[in-house]
Every structure is written in C-alpha cells, then in structure tokens.
C-alpha cells in the first residue's frame, strides 16, 4: 500500500515538474517570438518611412520643389534618430545582461548630457508636435555611465511621446535636492492604471491600453531604464493618472565629496 502510494506522489511529482518545465518553455518560445516580432515591427516602421521620403526625393522633386525636399531630407534625419534610439536600446539591453560592470564612469553633473539628449528627441519630433519644456538646474556632480544614463533618458522621452496624443506636453526636468539630482519626465499622455505601475518596470511586460493606443515596442525600455538607475545606486518611481498623463522619477545620489575633483 504505502509503495503505491509512494508511486502515485512520485507520479505526479514528476507530472508537474514536466508540466511546470514546459510552460516555462513554452512562454520563453512565447516571450522570444513576441519580442522577434516587436523588434522587427520596431524597426520596420522608420525604415518604411526612411525608404518613402528616400523615393520623393528620388522622383526629382528636388529641383521642382526645394522646400519638400527638406521636409524629406529633415524627415530621414528624425527616422534615423528614431532607428537609431531602438537599435541602441536592444544592444545596451544585451550589453546589461551579460556585463554590468562594462561601464565608464565620469564624475560632473548632469547638465551637459541632458542639453544633448534634449536637443537630440528635439531633432526626434516633427516642427510643432510637442510642447517641449526643459528646466536644468543642477550643479551636483554626479558618478555616471554618459551612454547609459543618456539611453536612461532617451527612453523615458520617447515612451513619453509614444504613449502621449495630439497635443503633446512633454517636460524634462533636473534639479538638486540636498546630497541627491532628481530628473523628471513628465507628460500629458494616455497614463497608467494603478496596478500596473510596479509591473511596466518587469522585462517585456506592456500594458494593454485601449485600441488604437499600442504603439511598437519591445518592453525592454523600461527594465534598461530600473537596471541601469539602479547601477548607479539611484532610484525610479512613476506616477501617473489614466487619461492625464506621466511622471517618472529618477534619483540619483551626487558624488561623494571625497570623488569630487
Ligand atoms: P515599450 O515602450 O517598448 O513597450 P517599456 O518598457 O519602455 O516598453 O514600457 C513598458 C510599458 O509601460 C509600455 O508598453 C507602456 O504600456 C507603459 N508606459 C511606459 N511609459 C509610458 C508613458 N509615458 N505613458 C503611458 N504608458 C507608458
């Protein structure tokens, strides 16, 4: 009786190891051909555009019609940002899983590489799409990878303009706050429910918003973006209200006063 017994526990046991293995399997195969796909959709649509704009001006337009021709020519260049930004997050992505430690430290604040990112989503956006407001005011240096937290900020711009309508209002702001720099990223987009706040931040997890709103994308940007802060020994937090828009918050700690130069 009792080796019956032990039998079945063991059968089943072994069941459920079988089944649990492959549903793990199976939502790995599910999480690599989802991402193949966004990835590939990702990429596909600034191509597509790239190749459009590439054909107007190829169909000689340029001589009939010089100011279309640089509505092409600005039109590749802000695709190219876009492809640019996409490949750059699945190579920083890949780069974050394998080596952590690959990073390049600097030690000044914050200012510098913020005037840049800001003036490259600039080059990003079409004249007039956004409301871009910039507000630096920080001093404090700060121990930093220039490449990932420009990428850390890159995200969090264009998430918030692809999850954000007509009309939009984006912000980016840094500022001092005792021995830490806040940096914000605001904007007046379609917002988060409650209870996905803490999941948006998991690998390829993305929210189901309603149709019409489910722009391309991978869901890595924001795993970079918690993984790469918190290289830094900082924070992130997001706030947000459906139908009013986001906050994402990232703190950083300034530099020790002993690594200040
Ligand atoms: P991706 O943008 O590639 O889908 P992310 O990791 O950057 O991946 O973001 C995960 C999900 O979080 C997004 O799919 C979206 O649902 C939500 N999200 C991120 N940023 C915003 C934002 N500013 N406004 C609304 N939803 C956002």
Redesign the pocket.
Known sequence: GALTVCFAVAAVGSGVVVTVLLGRRARIARLQSDLLGNVSHDLKTPLAAIRMYAQTLQSGIVDREPAMAKQCIDAIARETEWLDAMIERLLTWRAAARDRDGMDPVTEPLGELAQEVAARFSRMVQPGEVDFQVRIDTALPVVHDRRAMGSVLV?LLT??H??TGPGKVISLSLRDRDDHVEIRVE?N????PPRELRR?FEPF???E?PAGMRPA???????IVELTVKDHRGAVRAE?EVGRG?VFTVTLPAAPREDRT
């Open positions: 995200n998430n918030a692809k999850f904007d987009g379609i917002g988060i948006i997890h993305r929210v918003h994308g991978t869901g890595l940007g924001l795993a947000s986001s």
